[in-house]
């Protein structure tokens, strides 16, 4: 197992169009978490997944976001009709749950959003 | 809610020296974890050190350690015998202990840590 992986590393889109950013976690986490960074910042918390079921999202995430963990697997999240303000770099993370001796994030290296 | 404060946007270290990274939050709750993370350029963020909010003694990964002062909501880390492998962008951050809760992070806003040879 190679970590969390992320792809795309970087992505280029005109205002308008949507994205769709995918995650791999490490295979026998069962959590797995959507954060936002942007420049000089540190990460906002979006969403987060137990297993195939979204737990929680942030108010952050507008209707325009939505995520998916089918099978409990990877994760993708999609973007529609983006804005220049979506311009920032989406984490991924996985963990444990609690009582699996889990308590510290294994992040991916992102993905890069640019909306032109 | 519970929020994580930086207010070092920057700081500078010689090599071999030893450099304190600031970090305050607010929380009415009693049990928690705090993190560092260290994200170098470019590179995906990588836990550094964690700290239990029930636990006194403080936290020690090799070169780094951590103060934990629960009663004035501090959490800093101090790296010694820094080197140049140690610039980065360095993040508190909080998260509850409670097991029906999601365990976001809420960070900071970070403290980039140049490294002069």
């Known amino acids: 197992d190679t970590g969390v992986s992320q792809n795309p590393r970087h992505k280029i889109t005109k205002r308008g169009q949507n994205v769709t950013f995918r995650c791999d976690p490490i295979s026998e986490h069962n959590r797995l978490y959507w954060y936002r960074q942007t420049l000089g910042q540190g990460p906002e918390f979006l969403t987060y997944?137990?297993?195939?079921?979204?737990?929680?999202k942030s108010r952050l995430l507008s209707d325009r976001f939505s995520a998916e963990r089918p099978k409990g697997s990877f994760s993708t999240l999609e973007i529609q009709r983006t804005e220049q303000g979506d311009s920032a770099m989406y984490l991924c993370a996985s963990s444990l749950a609690l009582g699996q001796g889990g308590y510290g994030y294994t992040f991916g290296s992102g993905t890069r959003l640019t909306v032109v | 809610a519970q929020t994580v404060t930086q207010s070092q946007p920057e700081m500078s270290v010689q090599e071999a020296e030893t450099v304190t990274l600031s970090c305050t939050y607010d929380?009415?709750?009693?049990?928690?974890?705090l993190f560092w993370y260290k994200q170098p350029p470019s590179r995906q963020m990588i836990l550094v050190i964690r700290q239990e909010a029930y636990k006194q003694q403080n936290a020690t990964e090799n070169r780094f350690s951590v103060n934990f002062q629960k009663a004035a909501k501090s959490f800093s880390l101090k790296i010694s015998d820094s080197q140049l492998g140690d610039a980065a962008m360095y993040f508190c951050?909080?998260?509850?202990?409670?097991?029906?809760?999601?365990?976001?992070?809420?960070f900071g806003s970070g403290t980039r840590l140049l490294v002069r040879p």
């Open positions: 929380t009415s709750e009693s049990d928690y974890y």
């Open positions: 951050a909080y998260r509850r202990a409670h097991t029906d809760s999601s365990y976001k992070l809420i």
């Open positions: 997944f137990q297993n195939e079921a979204q737990l929680e």
